[in-house]
């Protein structure tokens, strides 16, 4: 596939016009929240360009503009702090006080909100990151389930809680409580999902927040403004745009941010939390780099490592922090595997989000293109050959994934995150090779290892383990299920994501303690039954 087939994939201007192809209503946002209110925006804005480009009768691919944003700027910034500072009100304000019961009750109120805008989110995905139309629901429908499972696992963390303890003498309850404000960052591959595994967590915790759109991905926030605004308590959320090197400092620096999640790049997030006056005060929940790896050992299901490396390293064009991006396959087998690597890939489907069984999409920014060709070019100066034929051909925003083989450490892609449609291959002979990889890594997220040996499985897991906080056995890397712990040692992740360790990741463990005498007693007796407190309380919730 050439240049001008990859170009004649994209829609063309005559198309679009006529309803040949699907398209987008602009969504131009000129409001934000803060304080609880629909703030009208007048200033200047950013624009959005989709990820799918139109073909022109020029004959050039221009990407669509399909909306815009409120640029934001310090002011804007420091009034959305204030609010959430002003909400939270050192820990007395409506929603950290309130119970555990009454916050769920107003997620259940902003969920059955969201839930309206299905399609309208869906659309907005596949038009923004270029994300396919079937994958666009799913994202959606998995973070509904994800906020609803969280209510049901606060729920039970506030019933394991709502019992009193009697140790040495001492009558305790022991609850978990909000920590502060809270600085919400999510990236742009997931800029739904990934953004709310933090947030709801964080809000139904009783924080008060500050979200941050990803650049790409921003518009569908403005079609959740109206749910945010009827179920939360005024400052409980609100936006911030702008760029990030001028407002985020500024949130930062005021010492009044007490949580920092962000979905990103260890450097920035290195930089952001020396930002803080007090670092020792800042909670930081991060999900970072990675550079997963699948090992695969001369015993292994060639046909299930295949599909698996396959899903794994190309699902959504590999912008996934879990996909494998760096296939160590051993010698005895690699020429075997190699080929019916490029076999499987070249039976993948290019086009447009909404085409029919689509796998691989346009990307989101051209500078992701020209990125993913200098790492191309490096490994060919450097040895490495692109074993499919059309591997690395683009035009506009669509890029062919290309298989590179063989790679080393003279290479970018040996250590580099490339975040995009390439795959890289390395042979080895000596378990001890693929190992070391894994050890002498900067990141630490996942590995998958493909053998049918008990031994080997038993003989690699051990030191893995010790390495990465998942290993996969035959299988891909993945995030979910989303009640198993999502984190990652070295410079992958900081804090544990799932749907029960996100709740504890935004809380701190508080609680009252009285000598067990009468009269303790009956003081906490009566502040019970008479409900005097919300925090001392043995109601259950069902």
């Known amino acids: 596939m050439d240049d001008a087939e990859l170009r004649a994939l994209f829609p063309s201007e005559t198309d679009l016009a006529g309803g040949a192809s699907p398209m987008i209503t602009p969504v131009h946002q000129r409001r934000t929240l803060i304080g609880g209110e629909l703030v009208p925006w007048t200033g200047r804005t950013v624009p959005v360009l989709s990820a799918i480009c139109a073909r022109h009768a020029d004959g050039r691919l221009r990407q669509l503009e399909i909306g815009s944003y409120p640029s ?205 006056p007090k670092v020792n005060r800042l909670r930081a929940i991060l999900g970072l780099d ?114 590179v083989y063989p790679v080393t450490e003279a290479m970018k892609l040996y250590r580099e995150e490339q975040f995009g449609p390439i795959v890289p291959i390395m042979p080895f002979a000596d378990i001890e090779t693929a190992l070391d990889y894994v050890v002498t890594s900067d990141h630490g997220q996942q590995v998958s290892i493909f053998t049918s040996s008990p031994d080997e499985v038993g003989r690699l897991v051990d030191p893995l383990v010790n390495q990465v906080c998942r290993v996969n056995i035959n299988c891909q890397c993945q995030r979910g299920p989303d009640v198993f712990p999502f984190t990652g040692r070295k410079d992958s992740a900081e804090g544990t994501l799932s749907v029960t360790d996100a709740l504890r990741s935004f809380s701190i463990r508080s609680m009252i303690a009285a000598k067990q005498t009468e009269a303790s007693k009956a003081l906490l007796r009566d502040v019970v039954q008479q409900r005097r407190s919300k925090f001392v309380s043995t109601d259950f919730l069902f």
Request: with cysteine; hydrophobic share 45%; glycine share 8%.
């Open 72 to 276: 934001g700027g310090a002011a804007e910034a420091a009034s959305a702090l204030n609010a959430a500072v002003a909400a939270y009100d050192q820990g007395r304000g409506p929603w950290p006080t309130m119970t555990a019961g009454e916050r769920i009750g107003c997620m259940q109120v902003f969920v059955s909100r969201m839930a309206k805008h299905r399609d309208a989110i869906a659309e907005l995905l596949m038009f923004e990151i270029g994300k396919s139309r079937a994958d666009s629901e799913k994202e959606f429908d998995r973070t509904i389930d994800y906020i609803r499972a969280t209510i049901e696992a606060l729920k039970a963390l506030d019933n394991e809680n709502s019992r009193f303890h009697l140790v040495e003498g001492t009558i305790g309850q022991i609850r978990r409580t909000p920590l502060g404000v809270v600085l919400c960052m999510g990236p742009y591959n997931y800029p739904l999902n990934e953004t709310f595994a933090t947030l709801i967590p964080a809000l139904i915790m009783g924080n008060t927040v500050l979200l941050k759109p990803p650049r790409f991905g921003a518009l569908i926030f403005d079609v959740l403004l109206d749910a945010f605004q009827a179920a939360f308590p005024k400052g409980v959320v609100n936006m911030v745009y702008g760029p990030g090197s001028e407002v985020v400092p500024l949130l930062l620096e005021s010492g009044q941010v007490n949580a920092l999640t962000l979905i990103g790049s260890s450097r920035v997030a290195d930089h952001l939390k020396k930002l803080h």
């Open 290 to 403: 990675a550079k997963n790896a699948a090992i695969v050992l001369p015993d292994a299901d060639i046909d299930l490592a295949v599909r698996e490396c396959l899903l794994g390293a190309l699902s959504f064009n590999g912008q996934r922090c879990t996909a494998l991006k760096m296939l160590i396959v051993h010698e005895q087998i690699v020429e075997t595997f190699t080929r019916r690597f490029v076999q499987e890939l070249d039976k993948l489907v290019l086009g447009m989000p909404w085409h029919e069984g689509v796998s691989i999409t346009p990307v989101p920014d051209l500078n992701k293109v020209r990125y993913m060709a200098d790492l191309l070019a490096d490994a060919q100066a450097h040895g490495a050959q692109i074993l499919n034929r059309r591997g690395g051909v683009s035009a506009g925003t669509l890029f062919y994934p290309a298989v």
